[in-house]
């Protein structure tokens, strides 16, 4: 049964209305404002189309469409009014209106409009959800496989995504670790912020830190302002703490301060900032065994290994090499300006049996030379 809700502040003519659909087979919800209409809209039940007045007191009808479709897509939504204008009429089909009825009411056109309207929007989202399969078959989030290991690994950032937990990401080099980083961002609440990323093995330890978090003028030399750091960057959103495995001790140890209290002093300052800042990191060593030689502190890692994410080699997901192989043949065919539609059987048994000590990134090399 499809549920419309019908929203006017003049009682009778709602009743009227509400009488009339309910014959028709709809399942009917009142709202007399549109405040009480969005708080039915707000509640999670599922609407299929809204019939609404266009002047009441408070909130007119075309602004109450314009609330409920910022908070998600509004579904298809009927404007009625007794006090209709060609100019109205502009204004609110302009606006995304569905349809546009003058009052007093021709329910019968009301009917045919409804159901047009609903049928309309059901279509739609049929054709989305179709396109959304073929664009995504076989890829989350820009991240290629098919084999067991993957989808599991696709199942664990769905659940942990949406929560803050700390996230360590371990694999070899090559295996993805970022694009999972990444997607684990997508996926959670801080999601319409930009991830931010730094390299611990790629900056000495004194620049790791500025960068990290951040100086103020006069604090070194070439230190001429003040200068946000990754950390205050990354406020309500993640940072992604790539190769954490080769970070100094010492910055270790500054790191383990701020995940303790959430708070930092940049370089040369004393005065102490909070952020809210989802940790996620990447290592392709084994910390533990790094704990056991002394360059790795046990309290950094009980904090940045709440959730653990192994991202398997790219020679125990064999069958996902096919996926990648033509993924990248056309990515390159289209870069390089090529003629190339496919790719010779022997050759792909070649590839397939290659063991790729480095992983995805040297497929992809390999591929683009290629």
Known sequence: MKTILAVDDRKNSLKVLAAILTDEGYRVLYATSAKEALNIYADGTKINAVISDFKMPGMDGLTLFKEMNERQKAPPFIIMSAYGTVKSAVQALKAGVTHYLIKPLDYEELSIVLAKAIREREISLELDSLKKQVLNEDVFHGIIGDTRPMINIFEMVKTVGPTDASVLICGETGTGKELLARALHLESRR????????????????????????????????????????????????????????????????????????????????????????????????????????????????????????????????????????????????????????????????????????????????????
Not at 234 to 246: K, P, V
Not at 250 to 257: A, D, N, V
Not at 304 to 316: S, T, W, Y
Request: some cysteine.
């Open 191 to 370: 999601h319409d912020k930009k991830m931010i990323c730094i390299n611990s093995a790629a900056l000495a330890e004194n620049l790791l830190e500025a960068e990290l978090f951040g100086y103020v003028k006069g604090a070194f030399t070439g230190a001429v302002t003040d200068q946000k750091g990754r950390l205050e960057m990354a406020h309500r959103s993640t940072l992604f703490l790539d190769e954490i495995g080769q970070m100094s001790l010492r910055m270790q140890s500054k790191l383990l301060r701020f995940l303790q209290e959430m708070t930092f002093e940049p370089v040369g300052g004393t005065a102490s900032h909070r952020v809210d800042v989802r940790i996620i990191s990447a290592t392709n060593l084994d910390l533990s065994e790094e704990i056991t030689k002394g360059c790795f502190l046990r309290d950094l890692l009980y904090r940045i290994d709440v959730i653990n994410i192994k991202l398997p080699p790219l020679r125990e997901r064999k069958e996902d090499i096919y996926l990648l192989v033509h993924h990248f043949i056309k990515r390159y065919a289209v870069k390089y300006d090529k003629e190339i539609q496919g790719i010779e059987p022997d050759t792909m048994k070649a590839l397939a049996e290659y063991p790729w000590p480095g992983n995805i990134r040297e497929l992809k090399n390999f591929i683009a030379g290629a």
